[in-house]
């Protein structure tokens, strides 16, 4: 480190370590977020728009610890209420009923309001506190926050895997959820509703949230740990991802243009409503294939299939003897 960097890190009393120098941030003299946008985009023209702005709230933030906590809670809440908005209002002015997968069931407002006080409550005291830890979990297993990102091909490989690995996860722990005193005493308040909105994505005891949200936040910790070479923008990009995947899959609706209707082996909210719909089977969130190869398919056309396969089987051992 130069003196000129020491004196100007000695003035400023921190130096957000967001540039892969000091010296960088250390030389950023505004004050407010706009000036400080400003600077970096004339001083480091080399960056893109996210990467700038990205940049920008950690040196205006004045601390990392706190940058980073605040970004992945805002960034929560902001994406989740938000994809939750337009399925609202969907809901309520009864848009695309046709499309509706249960459309003689309709959730009220007193449903909805219930359900988003739970929901944030379950944000503030489950999910909030945790987050602070983030930023210094991030250093101590080299999670960069450094600017410039990585490749797109690099963040999509990744989310890639993180995608697999949850919807395994998710699958696994969903199924031992609805098992006995599991059921009873955890995953039950998430099957309050059988015709699922929204909103109630999140709608789960603190256990559930939990548990399952280790598949969202644990599996990327595990893969800095084993490979390093992981961006907090890549597990930003990938936590938006799940939270648009898990808001969707509750919605309720099943459209033509729906990602399953051109990507056969994807859940969706058709997949997820049949499992609210007779509480069993469908334990996967993201793709189809685990419930197929566990036989554990719910719905009348699942059940139809199973009972064909027995038959057959049946009929097959009876020819043999």
């Known amino acids: 480190m130069s003196n000129s960097t020491a004196s100007l890190i000695s003035k400023i009393g921190f130096v957000s370590q967001v540039f892969e120098d000091n010296q960088t941030a250390a030389a950023i ?4 977020f706009t000036s400080i946008y400003q600077e970096i985009s004339s001083s480091q023209t080399q960056l893109h728009f996210l990467e700038r702005l990205w ?12 940058a980073t906590g605040l970004m992945f809670f805002l960034l929560h809440e902001i994406m989740y ?4 908005l337009p399925w609202y209002i969907i809901d309520k002015f009864g848009l695309f009923r046709k499309y509706k997968i249960q459309p003689t069931v309709i959730p009220t407002d007193k449903e909805q309001w219930e359900c988003l006080k739970s929901v944030l409550k379950s944000h503030f ?18 999670i960069s926050v450094t600017v410039p990102f990585p490749d797109y091909t690099t963040m999509l490989k990744q989310i890639a895997i993180f995608l697999f690995l949850e919807d395994l996860w998710h699958y696994v722990f969903h199924r031992l959820f609805h ?3 599991f059921y009873k005493y955890i995953h039950k308040q998430h099957h309050k509703y059988a015709a699922p909105f929204g909103l109630a994505a999140e709608y789960a005891h603190p256990i559930e949230v939990m548990a399952l949200g280790f598949g969202t936040v644990g599996f990327p910790i595990i893969y800095a740990y084993i490979f390093n070479g992981l961006h907090l923008f890549t597990v930003c990009c990938w936590v938006v991802t799940r939270l648009f995947q898990a ?3 509750h919605s309720g609706y099943d459209f033509p243009w729906s990602l399953n209707k051109f990507l056969p082996f994807w859940a969706g909210a058709e997949h997820h409503d049949l499992h ?12 189809r294939w685990w419930d197929y190869v566990m036989d554990t398919e719910s719905g009348p056309v699942a059940k139809a299939a199973r009972e064909k396969r027995m038959k057959n089987k049946t009929e097959r051992k009876v020819k043999v003897n």
């Open 125 to 142: 005291i489950v999910e909030a506190l945790p987050i602070w830890t983030f930023h210094p979990m991030c250093m101590k297993l080299g």
């Open 55 to 66: 940049a920008s709230w950690y040196v205006y933030m004045k601390n990392d610890v706190l």
């Open 247 to 249: 808001v969707d899959s």
């Open 81 to 84: 209420f938000g994809r939750c």
């Open 29 to 32: 003299t505004g004050t407010t």
């Open 179 to 181: 098992y006995s005193i």
């Open 276 to 287: 609210h719909h007779y509480f069993i089977g469908n334990y996967a969130s993201s793709f």
